[in-house]
């Protein structure tokens, strides 16, 4: 099957454009994607300029490209209409109907879709990722009570990107913890965890992967044996059931699927909204 490659266009960060792109692609099994984030185009000519590369790439390949647009004004939309690539564009499918329903129009104003204009949710976010920073890995655990959320696990399943996305995305305050071997040996709690037992929640994931990720990062001795990997996954969820600590398994799910899941069976408050 042909590789396709897929172009987001924004003209801001192109984070928008790339989530809900990448939501839709992951619907398609079995097919390759070579992306391209073509972010800021703010100007006519730097409109010009990306659709002369989304041609060049249409000329070169079999396949057309797909293209994922969050770009707000309409004369550089209209730039990419007749671009050789499907053009999926978000803003004018979803702004036309609503300004229909809510009898007005919209302001076509950008930086909105994060909340830019929006200073108090903006600093939320700062002070939580740097408390997600502060907070990794266990390195520094006086001052959990600050905590919205304490996400516990044995090294590699995850817990790092997961806290950092609670962080910017809503602006939950949360700290990781790595369950060491003789934690995992004891099968008790770690007692500096036990009064933020409410706090806790624990991420796992497949032995397989979990040997895949800890070889890319340290392959001799046994910190990516399987069967060193498969007595702590083990250890861990024994620990969190005897505890009574939610967790999910991290092993098919973006990094927004697992965030998603923990907040809906928390009662962890979205500090920021989208």
């Keep these: 099957m042909a590789r396709r490659t897929i172009f987001f266009l924004s003209d801001q960060t192109g984070v928008t454009a790339e989530t ?66 499907l053009f999926l564009d978000f803003f004018n499918t979803f702004l036309g109907p609503l300004e229909l329903e809510l009898q007005t129009t919209s302001s076509h104003t950008v930086g909105r879709t994060h909340g830019i204009n929006d200073s108090g949710a903006y600093d939320r976010r700062i002070e939580a990722t740097n408390f997600a920073l502060n907070y990794d890995d266990g390195g520094k655990t006086h001052g959990y009570e600050r905590a919205d959320l304490i996400l516990v696990g044995v090294s590699r399943s995850g817990k790092t990107p997961t806290c950092l996305y609670l962080a910017l995305t809503y602006g939950v305050f949360a700290a990781n913890y790595p369950l060491a071997e003789d934690e995992l040996e004891s099968g008790d709690l770690p007692k500096l965890l036990q009064p933020y037992r409410e706090k806790l929640f624990g991420l796992t994931i497949t032995a397989e992967r979990l040997v895949k990720i800890r070889k890319e990062r340290r392959s001799a001795g046994r910190y990516a044996s399987p069967r060193q990997v498969t007595f702590e996954l083990r250890a861990a969820e024994s620990m969190f059931k005897r505890w009574q600590i939610p967790y999910v398994d991290t092993t098919s799910f973006l990094i927004e699927e697992i965030s998603s899941t923990i907040l809906s069976k ?5 500090r920021v909204r989208l």
């Design 20 to 85: 809900l792109g990448h939501s839709l692609l992951t619907q398609f099994d079995g097919h390759q994607f070579d992306q391209i984030t073509l972010p800021f185009i703010d100007t006519v000519d730097k409109a010009e300029a990306a659709v002369r590369q989304i041609n060049a790439v249409a000329a070169e390949q079999s396949e057309r490209p797909i293209i994922f647009s969050t770009l707000v004004h309409d004369h550089l939309r209209e730039r990419f209409l007749h671009a050789s690539g």
């Design 266 to 270: 928390t009662n962890v408050e979205r």
